[in-house]
C-alpha cells in the first residue's frame, strides 16, 4: 500500500554525474502473516538415524545434525510465506557447535544474502541480531575447515521483530535469558541510580552507579567489577552494596560491596586541569575473615553506559559501542581513541567478542579468554584484566586505574611496583580531597549537629553544579542535561 516513491540522491563531498532509472518493477508478495505452523528443515547432508529430522520445533530432546564428514553444511528454515522478524537464536548441541558460520536470508530459496556472519563462536545459544529483516527463508551456511566432523542444532528460533527494534530492546532480551547480574540493572526495567566524577569546569565527566560500575565518557564504555571466590563467580547481584562520599560529602564518591567476609570498595575521583583531566578508581578489597582469603579480581570493559536506556535526551543511554579492543603498550585501548590504565599491573588480561560468549560469561566459567586484540562487528566487544589476591586477616589489597577523560589525553602507564601505584594515586586523592575542601567550605555554615546531613548537602550540590559547570553555562547534569 503506498501512494508514490521519493528517491533521494546525495554526494557526501559534492561533485556531479547523471543517475539512471529503468525497467522499475513491483514483484508480488504473500501477505505477512503470523506464523503459526511447523518450519520444514533441509540440509545438504543429512544423518536421519542420529535424532529427530527437525531443529526448530520447540522440543529440546530433537536436533538436526549434519553427517561426519569435510564438506560444507547448511540448515534452512523454509517459513512458507514471507515473514519479518527481528533476529534468530541458535541453541547447539554439546561439543557439535560450528565455530565459523554465515547466516542467510532468501525470498525465493534461489538467491542468497549474507546477512551475519560468525567466526569464534563458543556453542551453546547464539544471539544473531538481525534488525527489520523479512524472508521466506533462513539459512546457516557452515563453511569447511577441511577437518572431517559433524555439527547438531538442538533449536533455530527467530526472534520478534520489536525484540531488536533498537539495541537496547535486543540487549533487555539477552539479559533476561542470562544468570542475574550478568548485565547491567537497568537491562531488566530495574532503576539504578547514580552519581557523577569529575573537575571543576572539564567539559567532561565521569558517572559511577549503586552497584559500582563508572563509566568515564558520555555514551562511552563502563568498567565493572567482578569477584571470583573458589568456583563463585560474584556480580553486583550478588553482594549488598552501600553508597558514601568522602567526608560526607566531597565529590568522591565510594561504593562498598559486602560478599560474605570480603569488602570489596570502588572509590572514584578525577583530578589534573580542565580538558586533560584523568578519572581514578581505587579497588580496595579487605578480608574480614580469619584466615587469609586468595580471591581474584576482575576489571571489565564492557559495551554498556552507567547511563540507562530509557534515558535518550541529548545522549542515548544503554548500549555503547566497542568495536575494537586491545591490551597494547601496557594499555587496554577501546575504539582507538581511549584507552584504560591499570596503575596496578594486571596477571593477565583477555578479549572477547558477543559472538564468543562476552567476557562475562567466560568469567563464569573460569575461563580468561586468551585473545588480546578483537575486533567486533556487532560492536559489543568486551575484555577483563585479572587481578589474583592474597589477603591476610583483616588486611586490605589495593588495585588502581586510571582513564583519560579526552579521546587520546595523556595516559600513565602500569607500575612496575603495587606500592609505587599506590603512593602515586594516593597522592592524587589527597591533593583532590584539598582542592575540593578549599572550594566548598569558603562560607561557614552553623547549624545544630543533628542537621550536619543538611549542611553535607549543600556543598555536595554546590560540587556538583563545579562540576558541571561550562564556562558561562551552568548545565543541570551531565548526560541528558548536558544542555
Not at 533455530?156 to 530492546?169: D, G, Q, T
Not at 581474584?296 to 555503547?320: E, K
Request: glycine share 8%.
Amino acid at each position: 500500500h503506498l501512494a508514490a516513491i521519493e528517491i533521494s540522491i546525495t554526494a557526501g563531498r559534492g561533485g556531479k554525474g547523471t543517475v539512471w532509472l529503468d525497467d522499475l518493477t513491483f514483484t508480488p508478495l504473500d501477505p505477512v502473516r503470523p506464523y503459526t505452523g511447523t518450519p520444514v528443515a533441509s540440509a545438504t547432508s543429512y544423518a536421519p538415524d542420529r535424532g529427530a529430522t527437525l531443529g526448530a520445533d520447540g522440543n529440546a530432546a530433537t536436533f538436526w545434525q549434519s553427517a561426519t564428514s569435510s564438506d560444507a553444511e547448511t540448515f534452512t528454515l523454509d517459513f512458507g510465506t514471507m515473514r519479518e522478524y527481528g533476529g534468530a537464536t541458535i541453541d547447539w548441541a554439546p561439543g557439535l557447535a560450528a565455530r565459523k558460520y554465515i547466516v542467510e536470508t532468501s525470498a525465493n530459496g534461489a538467491t542468497w544474502d549474507s546477512v551475519y556472519a560468525v567466526d569464534g563462536g563458543n556453542g551453546g545459544r547464539d544471539w544473531i541480531y538481525l534488525p527489520e529483516t523479512d524472508s521466506r527463508e533462513l539459512r546457516v551456511r557452515i563453511p569447511s575447515d577441511g577437518a572431517s566432523r559433524a555439527y547438531a542444532i538442538r533449536e533455530l528460533a527467530v526472534i520478534p521483530l520489536e525484540w531488536s527494534a533498537m539495541r537496547n530492546e535486543f540487549f533487555a532480551h539477552v539479559a533476561a535469558s542470562a544468570p542475574a547480574g550478568s548485565y547491567p540493572r537497568y537491562l531488566s526495567a530495574k532503576q539504578s541510580y547514580w552519581t557523577v566524577v569529575g573537575v571543576n569546569g572539564d567539559s567532561a565527566e565521569a558517572l559511577i552507579n549503586e552497584q559500582g560500575a563508572i563509566e568515564p565518557r558520555a555514551g562511552g564504555f563502563s568498567l565493572e567489577p567482578f569477584l571470583r571466590v573458589g568456583k563463585r563467580l560474584i556480580t553486583w547481584h550478588d553482594a549488598r552494596q552501600t553508597q558514601s562520599l568522602a567526608n560526607g560529602y566531597l565529590p568522591i564518591p565510594s561504593v562498598t560491596w559486602t560478599a560474605g567476609s570480603l569488602r570489596p570498595e570502588i572509590t572514584a575521583y578525577a583530578a589534573s586541569a580542565p580538558d586533560s583531566s584523568s578519572l581514578y578508581a581505587r579497588y580496595r578489597v579487605t578480608n574480614t575473615a580469619r584466615a587469609t582469603a586468595k580471591p581474584t579480581l576482575y576489571l571489565a570493559v564492557r559495551p554498556f553506559q552507567v547511563n540507562p536506556s530509557w534515558q535518550f535526551l541529548a545522549t542515548q543511554g544503554g548500549v555503547a559501542p566497542i568495536a575494537h579492543v586491545a591490551w597494547e603498550d601496557s594499555l587496554l585501548r577501546i575504539n582507538d581513541s581511549f584507552a584504560v590504565v591499570p596503575l596496578t599491573a594486571p596477571a593477565a588480561v583477555g578479549a572477547a567478542t558477543f559472538d564468543a560468549g562476552g567476557i562475562v560469561e567466560m568469567l563464569r566459567a573460569d575461563s580468561l579468554p586468551v585473545a588480546r586484540d578483537v575486533r567486533d562487528a556487532t560492536e559489543s566487544g568486551s575484555a577483563a584484566m585479572a587481578y589474583p589476591l592474597t589477603i591476610p586477616p583483616g588486611a586490605s589489597r589495593d588495585i588502581y586505574v586510571l582513564v583519560p577523560f579526552h579521546a587520546h589525553g595523556a595516559a600513565s602507564h602500569p607500575f612496575a611496583r603495587d606500592a609505587d601505584a599506590a603512593a602515586f594515586a594516593e597522592a592524587r586523592l589527597a591533593g583532590v580531597k584539598r582542592s575540593w575542601k578549599e572550594s566548598l567550605n569558603r562560607v561557614t555554615i552553623t547549624l545544630p549537629p543533628s542537621a550536619s546531613r543538611i549542611t553535607n548537602t549543600l556543598r555536595a550540590q554546590l560540587a556538583y553544579i563545579l562540576i558541571n559547570d561550562h564556562g558561562a553555562q551552568i548545565h543541570p547534569g551531565p548526560r541528558s542535561y548536558a544542555r
